[in-house]
């Protein structure tokens, strides 16, 4: 008896096609850790300068490493609307891992991910050396650790992207936001930026909540092989207008995604 093949189900040119691309953004990554690591060397000496400027080299090695990761990929970004400021808080949507790619290509910006990611294989390291937030959201003494790693990167100058709904979903919506890491922005009434994230795939492609979208516990190394296949992705970053502030984090995180919704294109699947 035969079915309907999985929407992950790959032949040998698809994966051929993701082994390429996976050797090709691993060495890419190697490379510019490299790179990194002798570009720090100089602010090292420099106790007073030396984070500073450690994080803007770093910055700019994020966009060049987002930038040619996504073309290696085979994602075509658009992005509509005023980008917030260098060193703003923003809030984002979150369907994909595809995402953390995406925003470096376009924005000088560290991200608060869960705490799993530090132990992940490679990329934990190299996740911990982008600057990145951890948070481990099982444990609620960890938002306090959280909350001061954000003010540290905005303090430095950078950017943080926050993803409110702490998990991914399958693009058709937005989970409710959760508010706890908004406590310190909105305490002082700080300006919160926002934008969404969508994608899709070419006519007679696998849709992009298959194969981008990572939601019902389909193992990471199967999704990314699938999402990796493919040989484009459209992605559409919306930038919203004026941030937002209040002095309650819980209705700070319903204006946004209030106002984030009015901007959301939904995934086409």
Not at 89 to 111: E, K
Not at 132 to 142: A, E, F, G, L, M
Not at 248 to 264: H, P, Y
Request: with cysteine; charged share 20%.
């Amino acid at each position: 008896m035969t079915g309907t093949p999985s929407p992950l189900h790959l032949g040998a040119r698809d994966r051929i096609r993701a082994a390429l691309k996976a050797a090709a953004i691993g060495v890419w990554t190697t490379l510019l850790i490299m790179l990194l690591g002798i570009s720090w060397l100089p602010s090292l000496l420099r106790r007073r300068s030396g984070p500073a400027g450690r994080a803007r080299i770093r910055r700019w090695y994020s966009r060049l490493w987002g930038c040619v990761a996504v073309r290696v990929i085979g994602v075509r970004v658009c992005a509509l609307g005023t980008p917030p400021p260098n060193g703003a808080l923003i809030v984002s949507n979150h369907v994909s891992y595809l995402d953390i790619l995406v925003l470096s290509s376009l924005l000088p910006v560290v991200f608060v991910a869960g705490a799993g990611l530090r132990r992940w294989p490679y990329w934990g390291l190299a996740s911990a050396i982008g600057g990145t937030v951890y948070i481990d959201r099982s444990k609620r003494r960890d938002v306090v650790g959280a909350l001061a790693g954000i003010e540290r990167a905005l303090g430095r100058g950078d950017g943080v992207v926050l993803f409110p709904e702490a998990t991914t979903s399958d693009g058709s919506s937005m989970l409710p936001f959760k508010p706890s890491l908004l406590a310190t922005a909105a305490k002082r009434e700080s300006p919160v930026h926002r934008l969404t994230v969508s994608y899709r795939t070419p006519k007679g492609s696998p849709s992009a909540r298959d194969r981008v979208c990572w939601w019902n516990d389909v193992p990471f190394p199967r999704h990314c092989a699938g999402l990796l296949a493919l040989r484009r992705i459209e992605c559409t970053v919306r930038f919203g207008d004026a941030p937002l502030r209040s002095r309650d984090r819980k209705a700070l995180a319903v204006a946004l995604r209030t106002a984030m919704l009015q901007d959301f294109e939904p995934v086409a699947g």
